[in-house]
């Protein structure tokens, strides 16, 4: 019987992914494009408010992405959940595409 593999403590929820994403008014797609992951990868990362269920890699390669653009991960402790903000309130958010444009 396999045992399950422990999370990495810097292993990122979905709730967080989706505020991360948000923050920096992204789309799945523009993440997507930044990241080089598959569309249904994030969209299945960011359906939980639970650790994100993806492997290792693809949560590391998110972190990373959202933290080179002004995202700050913020771990859970016994007062308050996980959660994510900007590294400065000058951080500019990304402008939405339009389809078709």
Known sequence: MK????????????????????LLNLSVL????????AV????????TNDFAPI???NANLLVTVLQNLGVVFLPADEVVG???????S???AFARRRSGD
């Open 30 to 37: 523009d993440l997507s494009e930044r990241t080089g992951l």
């Open 55 to 57: 492997n290792r890699a």
């Open 3 to 22: 045992t399950p593999r422990a999370r990495s403590p810097n292993h990122p929820t979905g709730a967080q992914l989706r505020g991360a994403r948000g």
């Open 82 to 88: 996980a959660g994510v903000r900007l590294e400065a």
């Open 40 to 47: 249904n990868t994030i969209k299945r990362a960011e359906a």
């Open 90 to 92: 000058d951080t500019p």
